[in-house]
């Protein structure tokens, strides 16, 4: 049987490229017979383009949408509501990890909701050692915590050199949805 050794991958940094690139890997996998599962931790997030591809992979690639529609600028008063939001995503992939049923599983911006507080880290590295062996990990977004570096086979971080929005130019179809 092939020896598989299942990774925990980190997309981290400031550069546009975190969520396109763990897609990439979602469209690797699916090619090659894996099973993949996207938990997107800030709803909203995933653009039209990707939503649509992705229903064309079904049942082998499966993508759901968990948030509460959290944004940076989210009252204190709403907050109780996508902290839950937030650790009950957590519940479940803890739970879908363990299914045994996904090659890969994919926690896109899991790193902005212990950013603002939503996930304790520590949670996240429960969550982490609770991994099948065999099973690929992969976790998005900005400003990704040093334990959670410090756990990890595969760390890759954007590095921003240029972005169109710096110059005035919109979101373009495609690109950014
Ligand atoms: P993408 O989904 O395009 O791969 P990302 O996952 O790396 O982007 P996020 O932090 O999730 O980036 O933010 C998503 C949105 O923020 C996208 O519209 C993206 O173009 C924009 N963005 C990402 N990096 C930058 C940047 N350095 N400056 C301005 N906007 C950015
Ligand atoms: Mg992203």
Not at 136 to 152: P, Y
């Given at each position: 049987?092939e020896?598989?050794q299942?990774l925990?991958?980190?997309?981290?940094?400031?550069?546009?490229?975190?969520?396109t690139?763990?897609?990439?890997?979602?469209?690797?996998?699916?090619?090659?017979?894996?099973?993949?599962?996207?938990?997107q931790?800030?709803?909203?997030n995933?653009?039209?383009?990707?939503?649509?591809?992705?229903?064309?992979l079904a049942?082998?690639?499966?993508?759901?949408?968990?948030?509460?529609g959290?944004?940076?600028?989210?009252?204190?008063?709403?907050?109780?509501?996508?902290?839950?939001?937030?650790?009950k995503?957590?519940e479940?992939?803890?739970?879908?990890?363990?299914s045994?049923?996904w090659?890969?599983?994919i926690?896109?911006?899991l790193?902005?909701?212990?950013?603002?507080?939503?996930?304790e880290?520590?949670?996240?590295?429960?969550?982490?050692?609770?991994?099948?062996?065999q099973m690929?990990?992969?976790?998005?977004?900005?400003?990704?915590?040093?334990?959670?570096?410090?756990?990890?086979?595969?760390?890759?971080?954007?590095?921003?050199?240029?972005?169109?929005?710096k110059?005035?130019?919109?979101?373009?179809?495609?690109?950014?949805?």
């Amino acid at each position: 049987m092939e020896n598989i050794q299942g990774l925990t991958i980190i997309n981290t940094g400031n550069g546009k490229g975190k969520t396109t690139a763990a897609l990439g890997l979602a469209l690797r996998a699916w090619g090659n017979g894996l099973k993949v599962l996207i938990l997107q931790f800030i709803k909203g997030n995933w653009k039209y383009g990707e939503l649509k591809a992705m229903q064309q992979l079904a049942p082998n690639l499966v993508i759901r949408q968990m948030g509460e529609g959290f944004t940076q600028r989210e009252q204190e008063a709403e907050s109780e509501k996508h902290r839950l939001a937030a650790q009950k995503t957590i519940e479940i992939a803890k739970q879908e990890m363990e299914s045994g049923c996904w090659d890969m599983i994919i926690l896109d911006e899991l790193n902005y909701a212990i950013k603002f507080g939503l996930i304790e880290v520590d949670m996240v590295l429960e969550m982490i050692a609770l991994k099948p062996k065999q099973m690929h990990l992969v976790i998005t977004g900005r400003d990704a915590k040093e334990e959670i570096i410090a756990c990890a086979d595969l760390v890759t971080e954007m590095k921003e050199v240029k972005h169109p929005y710096k110059a005035g130019i919109k979101a373009q179809r495609g690109i950014e949805f």
